[in-house]
């Protein structure tokens, strides 16, 4: 496949036309303000993960992988040992912006790796290979993403319906999405599909980013909230459940947007076969089972007031805001990725994958 300057342009995360900045769209202003932010500090790289103006586990390590690079044109040291340094303790800082998704900390490991591996080599020229790896990487996630895309639409046929929680599309990722790539690639080619998006409470992914990229595209999406996904599953208008992942362990269990695994729980009453999707970059076999996942809390004013024109809820009332949960591997029919659809037992399977 070959993928050219344009393709990496029209992605959410991308280089700026000089090279010195990272670029992203900001998707906490989606879908009424598409606002783009040009990124070079090593706060506002974390503020933009931190936000969610970059969210996604793919696009976050693509993103962490440019900044990277952008910031290594910062260092001014010329002993390539200083300017190692220097790298790794803000490669430390970048990569504890968000825990739960690995693409993070993986990006910027693979970033360090290469300087590593050219311990001989001088700061301009270490600079450049920074720069072709953080390349490799954006372009690998547009291939995977494409092949994720292909093994997800041969799980399904024209007119079914596929439910989704948050957003696993393009925004999140390069070229399709993985969720929500085997739709789009299916609109491509004559195959229709129809999605049913939960909103994603609270931050609302699915209704600010998924809906609005399937519109976008000519899709026939119909958003619900999500307790609303029991009575549509109760109708027969849903065959598949597509979901993403930020990490999943080497036991199959995932963690993902927050309400995923009430998703699963229903899809599995209701009899209909649920599916995570994602890159082998968020497989972490170094991570045994789920109780191994750090989950991200956030800020309750996310629930209380974050969208709403008066506060929902009494200032001193506590908040429980965990940003993912873990779906357990036994609800889970397969996880779709670059490399093929992994069936259990996800414990033997998933090691094969990497072998
Ligand atoms: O908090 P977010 O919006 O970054 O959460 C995103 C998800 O949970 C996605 O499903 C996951 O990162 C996969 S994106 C291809």
């Known amino acids: 496949m070959i993928i ?48 969610l103006a970059v969210r996604g586990a793919p696009a976050i390590g693509i993103f962490a992988a440019y900044g990277m690079y952008v910031l290594s044109l910062a260092e001014t040291d010329t002993d390539p040992a200083a300017f190692r340094r220097a790298l790794a303790e803000k490669g430390a800082v970048l990569s504890a912006a968000r825990p739960t998704a690995v693409n993070l900390s993986w990006a910027v490991k693979r970033m360090l790796g290469v300087l590593q591996a050219h311990e001989a080599a001088p700061v301009p020229a270490l600079r450049d290979l920074l720069k072709a790896e953080a390349i490799a990487i954006h372009d690998e996630d547009i291939q995977m993403c494409t092949r994720i895309s292909e093994y997800g639409l041969s799980l399904v046929k024209a007119g079914d319906g596929i439910l989704t929680h948050c957003n696993a599309g393009p925004l999140a990722t390069s070229r399709y999405g993985t969720a929500i790539g085997p739709v789009l690639l299916g609109k491509e080619r004559g195959i229709p599909l129809k999605v049913f998006s939960d909103e994603t409470r609270p931050l609302l992914q699915g209704a600010r980013l998924t809906s609005y990229e399937l519109q976008r595209a000519g899709v026939d999406v119909t958003l619900i909230c999500d307790n609303m996904a029991s009575i549509v599953m109760k109708n027969g208008w849903v065959q598949a459940c597509f979901v993403g992942c930020d990490r999943v362990a080497a036991n199959g269990d995932f963690a993902n947007k927050i309400g995923t695994s009430g998703v699963a729980i229903l899809a599995k009453h209701y009899g209909i076969p649920f599916y995570t999707l994602g890159p082998a970059s968020t497989i972490d076999l170094s991570c045994p089972t789920g109780a191994d996942i750090r989950i991200e809390q956030r800020d309750p004013e996310e629930i209380k007031t974050m969208w709403y024109r008066e506060p929902m809820a009494l200032p001193e009332v506590k908040c429980y805001n965990p940003a993912f949960d873990v779906t357990d591997h036994r609800l889970l029919t397969a996880i779709v990725t670059d490399r093929g659809i992994v069936y259990p037992p996800f414990d033997v399977n998933l090691k094969k994958l990497f072998s």
Do not use: W
């Open 4 to 51: 050219t300057e344009q393709d990496r342009a029209a992605c959410s995360v991308h280089l700026t036309e000089d090279g010195r900045a990272v670029e992203i769209i900001d998707q906490t202003r989606l879908p009424n303000h598409e606002v783009y932010l040009t990124l070079k500090e090593l706060p506002d790289l974390c503020a933009a993960i931190k936000s």
